[in-house]
């Protein structure tokens, strides 16, 4: 199982510790680096910072968001980013959900979000290869457009620049299990964001039948320190605000994700508190044990343990979102037993 460092996506600004946990993490071994985005800071501008201050890991979104961007834009940035870093970048996509497609893009939610992310995926295939000029009658992403309003002058193009790599890794967020079935076709790997090493299952039955080579790389909290409860308390933070917060009411992909995982009325308690000011007390209305059955924290016994159950299934990148050195140096430690 190889180790990748998740630095995730700004707060109010810059943090001045990621590139240099991106270049302590290089100098650990790990695989790979990630960088995220919500509705503040993009994704691909700190990866090409951090690209020009590394010389060998890999490089990944995780995830950029596709309604962000035009499928042709998003596949310019990752061949873009692909040259500059000497063959480095994976290109992680989301479709998020509707508060923020629709209330931060401007966009409308696909009313079909499996056919508007294979849509999506075929037409940055089809830039990365530059076979031919690119072409698609999809419904969400038609290229060129011939909508009601189109001028008509529209032609298909392929992209001037030669991308260094036509097989440019492609992975995809997803969580319910139609989604994931479909990531397992179309894409080169997939990033769960909660991942339970002891129940691979609710995610559904193609976890157990996986493409030859394909990347299985969750995003975990990971924490070595004394106590376990205190240690918890960061994962508490992001599963209320992503439970509570990250979605409506009526349809939060998260919470259904931790109702499918066993804790229906956990979710829905969080969910109402959350979004009723409360949010302090929907933090510690999250579980400790769904906060620590998708993460890694405690004493290094403990980290050491645990790590050996996601060793031992369908993983092949951990994801740590880890936010000092010692933690990044034991994992390392600890993985390369």
């Known amino acids: 199982m190889r180790l990748g460092l998740a630095l995730g996506y700004w707060g109010r600004g810059p943090s001045p510790g990621h590139v240099p946990l991106a270049r302590e993490a290089e100098r650990l071994g790990y695989d790979s680096v990630w960088t995220a985005e919500s509705w503040g800071s993009d994704a691909f501008t700190p990866l090409a910072w951090i690209a020009a201050h590394t010389s060998r890991i890999r490089l ?17 940035h990752a061949l873009t980013l692909d040259h500059l870093s000497g063959g480095r970048m994976m290109l992680g996509l989301g479709l998020s959900g509707p508060q923020v497609v629709e209330g931060w893009y401007g966009r409308p939610f696909p009313a079909s979000p499996l056919t508007a992310t294979r849509e999506y995926v075929d037409v940055v295939r089809q830039v990365l290869r530059r076979e031919a000029p690119v072409e698609s009658a999809g419904r969400f992403h038609p290229h060129p457009y011939r909508g009601p309003d189109a001028t008509g002058l529209g032609r298909p193009l392929k992209p001037i620049t030669h991308p260094l790599r036509r097989d440019l890794p492609v992975l995809l967020g ?100 959350f979004l009723s000011g409360r949010r302090e007390e929907a933090v510690l209305a999250v579980p400790d044990a769904f906060a620590d059955e998708i993460s890694l924290v405690g004493p290094r016994e403990r980290v050491a343990e645990r790590l050996q159950s996601w060793r031992e299934g369908p993983v092949t990148d951990l994801l740590a979102l880890a936010p000092d050195p010692h933690t990044l140096r034991v994992l390392a430690e600890l993985n390369a037993r």
Do not use: S
């Open 174 to 273: 997803a969580e319910g299990p139609k989604n994931v079935a479909q990531t397992t076709r179309i894409a080169d790997g997939w990033l769960p964001l909660y991942w339970a090493p002891t129940r691979p299952e609710v995610y559904g039955p193609a976890v157990a039948d996986l493409p030859e080579g394909f990347l299985v790389a969750p995003l975990a909290q990971v924490r070595v320190c004394d106590d376990v409860a205190e240690g918890l308390l960061p994962v508490k933070a992001m599963l209320g605000f992503y439970i509570g917060g990250m979605g409506h009411a009526a349809r939060n992909f998260h919470a259904d994700l931790m109702a499918r995982m066993g804790y229906e009325e956990e979710a829905r308690r969080i969910q109402e508190l």
């Open 60 to 76: 990944g979104t995780a995830v950029a968001q596709m309604a962000a961007r035009p499928p042709t834009t998003t596949a310019m």
